[in-house]
């Protein structure tokens, strides 16, 4: 299962936050604990908290109790911080307002991902798809971390190919080709050496 990560963290280590890079901001790179064990992939510096930014946005958030916008601001604030427990507090708190917003709910599965939590990030992924069933960087999110945390390459294959169905034009049907290849080249390069053994 080690191979797993080895096949995928290079592709995925940017990947696996879709929406996030929709407002523009450059994602953390994967955190050593979204990669597989044992997985040799380098823990990556991430941008450090501003703290007075996040003091003013919590007093705002305070403030106001419906106000979405100052809660996602504050949970892309906490993400990009590497501090994903806080981050999935906020991103809850946004969906509390506007239950239908499907890239903060999206956001929120990659939180629960990031904390070690795959099957609450998959099971958050499927909220994110009772709102939009073609949502594509929820499918491909679902196939990280079906790939990635759960080992699970068959439910991972199902997902990309889907992504590439719905989007074929996407960036994230671009990734998940790459991610499909490098499958189909490992299972090529495990049938070659074990015709010789």
């Known amino acids: 299962m080690l191979g797993v990560a080895g096949v995928f963290f290079g592709i995925l280590v940017g990947w696996i936050i879709g929406s996030q890079q929709e407002a523009g901001r450059v994602p953390p790179a994967a955190p050593q604990a979204a990669a597989a064990p044992g997985s040799a992939a380098p823990q990556q510096a991430v941008a450090p908290l501003d703290e007075s930014r996040a003091a003013a946005l919590k007093e705002r958030a305070a403030r106001n109790a419906k106000d979405e916008s100052v809660r996602i601001e504050l949970a892309n604030l906490y993400f990009d911080a590497g501090r994903f427990q806080e981050a999935s507090d906020w991103y809850a708190s946004a969906l509390k307002i506007n239950p239908k917003d ?86 090529q390069g495990l049938g070659t050496s074990g015709a010789g053994k």
């Open 102 to 187: 499907v890239n903060v709910s999206t956001d929120l599965g990659i939180a629960y991902y990031y904390t070690n939590q795959p099957d609450r990030a998959l099971a958050q992924f499927e909220q994110s798809l009772q709102i939009d069933p073609k949502h594509v960087k929820t499918l491909f999110n679902i196939g990280i971390v079906r790939a990635m945390g759960k080992q699970d390459l068959d439910g991972a294959i199902e997902v990309w190919n889907k992504v590439v169905a719905i989007a074929p034009n996407s960036e994230e049907a671009r990734a998940a080709r790459q991610a499909l290849d490098r499958i189909k080249a490992g299972h």
